[in-house]
């Protein structure tokens, strides 16, 4: 969304229909595939108000805080659209390795860090020259990012490891890792930051997480295959969603 919620952006999995081959999958490899798009849709008319072409199979997307920037993991053709949403164009189109999923933004809408889960790394992405770093202590299967409000800390959830890490912002450097559940998948940071909560799709379980010592402190059931959460700050609520 939008910080004002006027408009939100979906990602279109893979293109079907005359003259697309839906041939990507999650188990993609290379980068010879269909192109997809993220639809713009006003949240007003409920309708759909742009198209826009990015890569293969986008997985993730995440609007800057300033709101000048879209910013799309394209699992499948391996790259980053950056896309300027004045224009909904495609600004560049940054490569950064095997599967990327997981994206965050600092809070001054410079820079994006991007998880590779294929390349056990995450690359962090200058969003004004398009340079890239890559940080390569996350350990492997790197999947969904959250930034602490000060940028400091990044959170990124480990799949196949189990396990959150919190790491270092400068420095780079891991300062603790927690297990969680079996498979690790997508997180949310609550208002005030003291919590992270995270879904852990092969345990069927939510773990809340103390963010100060890196403690799981709760742990709620969710059903079969709990894959993405979400934090109703108004209510307090966390929302999961189950495959």
Not at 53 to 82: E, H, M, T, Y
């Amino acid at each position: 969304f939008t910080s004002d919620g006027r408009y939100v952006y979906v990602s279109n999995y893979k293109m079907y229909g005359k003259g697309w081959n839906p041939v990507a999958d999650d188990l993609c490899q290379g980068r010879s595939w269909d192109p997809s798009f993220v639809y713009r849709i006003d949240t007003e008319s409920k309708k759909i108000d742009r198209a826009i072409p990015v890569g293969s199979v986008p997985k993730f997307l995440a609007v800057s805080p300033d709101d000048s920037r879209l910013i799309v993991s394209n699992w499948c053709s391996q790259d980053v659209s950056v896309i300027d949403t004045d224009t909904d164009r495609e600004l560049k189109r940054v490569e950064v390795g095997l599967h990327p999923r997981g994206i965050a933004i600092t809070k001054d809408s410079a820079t994006a860090y991007v998880a590779v889960m294929g390349g056990a790394k995450i690359v962090r992405i200058d969003l004004v020259d398009f340079s890239t770093h890559d940080i390569t202590s996350v350990g492997a299967t790197p999947r969904h990012l959250v930034l602490s409000p000060d940028d400091s800390i990044l959170y990124a959830s480990n799949n196949k490891a189990n396990a959150v890490r919190s790491i270092d912002t400068t420095t780079e450097e891991v300062l603790t890792t927690v297990s969680t559940g079996t498979e690790t998948r997508s997180m949310v940071l609550s208002d005030d930051a003291r919590s992270i909560y995270v879904v852990n799709y092969g345990s069927g379980t939510l773990s809340k997480v103390r963010t100060s010592d890196m403690k799981v402190i709760q742990e709620v059931s969710t059903g079969v295959h709990p894959v993405g959460v979400t934090y109703d700050a108004v209510n307090r609520r966390v929302w999961v969603a189950n495959y």
